[in-house]
């Protein structure tokens, strides 16, 4: 079992949908939590940062951690094409040596 | 949030040639600069960690001394891709600690002809 995993998608969804991606993660020690945006051929862009449990919102962008079931996801709401990239999540121990997902590819159509 | 540069974007090399690529944190200090790999399609892949004054620690499988890593200030690492082949060509993408995040660089385009 891979530490951290990601549906790969790619995962097509209308303009103005309400996104939700999700990692599930077997490391219980895991605490530090990050969605990252990538578009292609650019390096990721750090979208949200949450520690330990509960949500975090920031505009559009959901992020939500549930330690119990090692589950996080981000909601994207009204959902734009302007959307369309790889979402990459990643969660670390201590802050550093972060681990990362596979990644999910998300196009949103006009 | 913090901002990390790549130098070059892009770059085109011959075979056999040396490569080098720079990594800067622009407005913070990172004693930790990550080095990664990412094929068209796929997920980044962690080659090293790079330790401001240390060596640098390599993942398995990749070769320290064809990916020569060096991270002589708290603001520059750089990555040089030694004796260049077409097998080479990717995306490379640095990373810097600053907290408890990551904050990425752009990433430099390898084609090695």
């Known amino acids: 079992q891979k530490e951290v995993e990601q549906d790969p998608g790619p995962l097509s969804v209308p303009e103005g949908a309400i996104v939700s991606l999700n990692c599930t993660y077997s490391?219980?020690?895991?605490?530090?939590f990050m969605w990252y945006r990538q578009y292609s051929r650019k390096g990721p862009e750090l979208l949200m940062y949450?520690?330990?449990?509960g949500n975090k919102e920031d505009g559009r962008f959901t992020a939500q951690v549930d330690k119990s079931s090692k589950y996080i996801s981000l909601f994207i709401r009204d959902s734009q094409p302007s959307d369309s990239a790889t979402y990459l999540c990643?969660?670390?121990?201590?802050?550093?040596?972060?681990?990362f997902g596979p990644g999910t590819r998300l196009s949103v159509l006009p | 949030g913090a901002v990390v540069s790549q130098h070059p974007s892009w770059v085109i090399c011959k075979s056999g040639t040396s490569v080098k690529i720079e990594c800067r944190s622009l407005?913070?200090?990172?004693?930790?600069m990550f080095w990664y790999r990412q094929f068209p399609k796929q997920s980044l892949m962690l080659m090293a960690t790079?330790?401001?004054?240390?060596?640098?620690?390599?993942e398995q499988g990749v070769e320290k001394d064809k990916f020569l890593i060096n991270h002589a200030s708290l603001t520059l690492s750089t990555l040089t891709v030694t004796s260049a082949h077409p097998e080479d060509s990717s995306f490379y993408i640095c990373?810097?600690?600053?907290?408890?995040?990551?904050?990425f660089g752009p990433g430099t385009r390898l084609l090695v002809l």
């Open positions: 990643a969660m670390s121990e201590e802050g550093q040596n972060f681990v």
């Open positions: 490391n219980s020690a895991f605490q530090y």
């Open positions: 949450t520690y330990s449990s």
């Open positions: 990373s810097a600690s600053w907290g408890e995040t990551q904050y």
């Open positions: 407005d913070f200090q990172a004693t930790t």
């Open positions: 790079s330790n401001e004054g240390s060596k640098a620690t390599y």
